[in-house]
């Protein structure tokens, strides 16, 4: 007979409190019991995914009643409570699992002592499978319920047809056996039916009951907007991160991280660095959480990280870094600034997590990517592997293929080893100019643009290499290589550089040399002399000595700029005019 709730307990459900740990348990047991419904509900009950999910909740709620004792759920409309406390909220108030349940008159589940795991995963099975029935089907989960003939389960539901305007009691029912009464009544009303009535036509009129209001409208296309935010692919990875978290067995948790692996290739290849990247977080935020993996368990998840720096994910990777970014012989799909910074804020996150002792691989995709902001963060994320693979990154320098030796010419720049600069002299002298650029850069980023591998280059055959290793040489006052700098100003073939160039260097020779190079730059300036039919000689020499005299920037070099003022050439005198207003002596004093 059913049993009558107390009148201070609507629900009729057990509401004395529970200890904080009995509570915990509780709350850990419901939320890995929705996870695996949720992924119940993904899958054909043939599919092994369903039966693994299934098997587990089963043997988890059995051994939380035979450990805990009886497990009393109450029912409200969007949520689950234990002992009077919240054990589950909803996430959405009108698709929750316990809102699905309210709406078909549930109030409450007991399950009680000597509940086995067959039993559990029949409750389970009905529960996740009953709950996604479409509204108004006539199996709804309390039938089911009654119908499994479960000796260990209890239910709180609302009585049928209420009284219009009264609170509706509950009371506990233990599967009444309804069966033949329903099967009568079935046999009786199918004899009793009338015949079927004759389509009617309805008009205009009846047709305005169905016409839809704006708000009707509205809530319509707030519904198909959430649908379509809904990701496919971004929900398959949650379900396996939750798979992940909850899977015990070695085997299948292998089963498992081989497929994230599986995932993440396919991914790459597509172009859909977001979602590759978002696989890799979940692999690696799972390992880092669980507490209760074996080593064996955790070393296979680590293995799988460090697959993904192979050869197949690799190549993955690039033809994806293809798709996006164009090659040799294609464009590039992504074409908005805003797209183009969210992809590859995917792929620094990608990068981030890869691992690889294949360096040669990596760096083999890195030198055939034709985007150089990309180039530019493979590299970047190449400083991690190096310290396992430093010699095959410096046996790389010694390639062929020219593009493969400016990548690990670059990542070594960036790594910082003062040992490595040894491995740049034969490349200072390398015949291709991209080749000697990256040596350039890398000995600077190591030795801060101080280094005597960098005076060469002021002798380069490209003028831009010339120019940019001037600037690091004077910016890193670097004396030594004054002596370069008058051999190559006094070279036939300087004159043929352009003036700009020639102004440069002049002015490099005063900043390095100071005042031991002023009597040099004084005679070029005190040498200009009228010719005999107009016009004047050794005027070039003189204005360039003028920017030697002015990087110079002492006080004899302000004497000499002085008297250059008398010259009788005015373009030479108006330039040492121009030069002392510009100039700021060692001594601060302004000329």
């Not at 993904?42 to 059995?62: E, H, S």
């Not at 319920?145 to 009691?169: F, S, T």
């Not at 080749?435 to 002798?459: C, D, F, K, N, W």
């Not at 020639?502 to 005063?510: C, N, S, W, Y």
Request: aromatic content about 4%.
């Amino acid at each position: 007979m059913p049993s009558q709730p107390p009148t201070d307990n609507p629900a009729g459900m057990d509401t004395e409190s529970l200890d904080a740990d009995t509570l915990k348990a509780i709350r850990d047991l419901v939320g890995h019991l929705l996870r695996s419904m949720k992924t119940m509900r993904l899958y054909a009950q043939t599919n092994t995914m369903y039966q693994r999910a299934l098997a587990d909740t089963g043997t988890r709620l059995a051994a939380h009643v035979s450990e805990y004792g009886p497990l009393s759920l109450r029912i409200d409309r969007e949520r689950m409570l234990a002992g009077g406390e919240t054990v589950h909220q909803d996430d959405d108030p009108k698709e929750g699992l316990a809102f699905r349940l309210y709406s078909d008159g549930l109030r409450g589940l007991t399950f009680k002592s000597g509940l086995d795991e067959v039993e559990a995963r029949t409750a389970m099975q009905i529960i996740a499978e009953g709950a996604s029935l479409a509204t108004g089907e006539d199996d709804d989960v309390i039938t089911l319920l009654w119908n499994a003939e479960l000796d260990h389960l209890l239910m709180d539901v609302v009585d049928d047809d209420p009284p219009q305007g009264e609170l509706v009691p509950t009371h506990k029912i233990e599967k009444p056996d309804e069966r033949p009464q329903k099967l009568a009544q079935l046999v009786k009303a199918q004899a009793e039916a009338p015949e079927p009535p004759k389509r009617v036509a309805y008009g205009a009129d009846v047709l305005k009951v169905f016409t839809l209001t704006d708000r009707d409208g509205a809530y319509l296309d707030d519904l198909m907007r959430r649908e379509q935010e809904v990701d496919p692919a971004q929900d398959l990875v949650s379900i396996l991160s939750d798979v992940l978290t909850i899977e015990e067995n070695p085997d299948e948790f292998a089963d498992t991280v081989g497929l994230f692996g599986t995932l993440i290739t396919d991914f790459l290849s597509q172009g859909n660095l977001p979602m590759a990247a978002s696989l890799g977080r979940g692999l690696v935020s799972c390992v880092a959480s669980r507490k209760d993996l074996t080593t064996a368990m955790k070393e296979r998840a680590m293995k799988e990280l460090l697959t993904l720096g192979g050869g197949k994910p690799l190549a993955a990777l690039e033809e994806g870094l293809g798709l996006l970014f164009g090659t040799e012989d294609t464009e590039p799909t992504i074409t908005s600034p805003a797209k183009r910074e969210q992809t590859m804020s995917a792929l620094n996150t990608y990068l981030t997590l890869l691992r690889t002792t294949n360096l040669r691989t990596y760096l083999e995709l890195a030198s055939r990517t034709s985007d150089g902001q990309v180039r530019d963060m493979l590299c970047d994320h190449a400083v991690r592997m190096v310290p396992e693979s430093h010699d095959a990154l410096t046996g790389l320098l010694l390639e062929l293929n020219t593009q493969l030796v400016i990548c690990a010419t670059d990542v070594l720049g960036r790594v910082g080893n003062t040992s490595d600069l040894l491995h740049f002299g034969s490349l200072t002298k390398s015949p291709d100019v991209n080749v000697r650029r990256a040596a350039l850069e890398a000995i600077t980023s190591i030795a801060g643009g101080s280094h005597p591998q960098v005076i060469p280059y002021l002798a380069d055959p490209d003028p831009r290499l010339r120019r940019r290793a001037l600037g690091i040489i004077e910016k890193g006052q670097m004396t030594e290589a004054v002596g370069m700098l008058r051999e190559i100003a006094a070279d036939p073939g300087f004159g043929e550089w352009e003036i700009a160039e020639r102004r440069a260097v002049f002015f490099a020779l005063g900043s390095l040399g100071k005042d031991e190079l002023v009597p040099m730059f004084n005679r070029k300036l005190q040498g200009v002399k009228r010719g005999l039919f107009g016009g004047t000689k050794g005027e070039d020499d003189a204005l360039l000595a003028i920017m030697g005299l002015k990087g110079a920037a002492t006080e004899s070099a302000r004497q000499a700029l002085e008297a250059g003022k008398a010259c009788p050439s005015e373009k030479v005198a108006a330039a040492c005019s121009g030069a002392l207003r510009d100039m700021t002596v060692v001594t601060g004093e302004k000329a």
